[in-house]
């Protein structure tokens, strides 16, 4: 079963433009959800987190919208770079569950073309 | 920000050797720190967590007696892949939760820059 359900899974952004990266989940215990961004080759890197008390989280050209009813959260990379290109990674964490382990979303490659 | 230095970073070795692979946090300390298998183009696949002190919890269908984790202090964590073979070949990468970072019901995880296993 997929707790986080990540869409799309490949996205082709022209330089400039607004890249949306698209996360849904089922467990509503969920109450922190961080966004990782990976190059190939490396590992992830946290980019951005948000809690479920706020409805958006701005950081630089990164913005997590939160919409606790509908359980999405997405990410937008505002004047999308081509060193953005990436493969990105949302991912969710119960607190009240015993566990510091996360349920990463498939990941969605960004592709920015100049 | 955070370091996490995982070594090596790419290893070859032959079919059935050992291959151990170190995970440190540099500049905070990680009681808890996980090891995931990536295979290409796909997500993250948790494969164990390593507790500091205690034995690793390992996730359903993964052997523990092929991937030995120690975790004997609180910046190093290592995975051993016992008798490799080459179905074994794969990117592994761990991250380390920062101890001091859980305030506001954070979860702060730092991920080293990966190991490429090949097995011949």
């Known amino acids: 079963q997929q707790q986080v359900k990540q869409s799309p899974q490949s996205l082709i952004v022209q330089k400039g433009g607004i890249s949306i990266i698209n996360c849904a989940y089922e467990?509503?215990?969920?109450?922190?959800f961080p966004w990782y961004q990976q190059f190939p080759g490396k590992g992830p890197a946290l980019l951005i987190a948000?809690?479920?008390?706020?409805s958006e989280k701005k950081e630089g050209r990164f913005t997590i919208s939160f919409n606790k009813s509908a359980k999405q959260f997405s990410l937008h990379i505002m004047d999308s770079q081509p060193g953005d290109s990436a493969t990105y990674f949302c991912a969710a964490w119960d607190s009240g569950a015993g566990s510091y382990q996360l349920t990463f979303g498939k990941g969605t490659k960004l592709s920015v073309i100049p | 920000g955070a370091v996490v230095s995982q070594h090596p970073s790419w290893v070859i070795c032959k079919s059935g050797t050992s291959v151990k692979i170190e995970c440190r946090s540099l500049d905070f300390q990680a009681t808890t720190m996980f090891w995931y298998r990536q295979f290409p183009k796909q997500s993250l696949m948790l494969m164990a967590t390593s507790n500091e002190g205690s034995k690793a919890t390992y996730e359903q269908g993964v052997e523990k007696d092929k991937f030995l984790i120690n975790h004997a202090s609180l910046t190093l964590s290592t995975l051993t892949v016992t008798s490799a073979h080459p179905e074994d070949s794969s990117f592994y990468i761990c991250s380390a939760r920062d101890d001091k970072l859980l305030a506001g019901g954070r979860n702060i995880q730092y991920f080293g820059a990966g190991t490429r296993l090949s097995v011949l």
């Open positions: 948000i809690r479920p008390d706020v």
């Open positions: 467990n509503t215990a969920f109450d922190y």
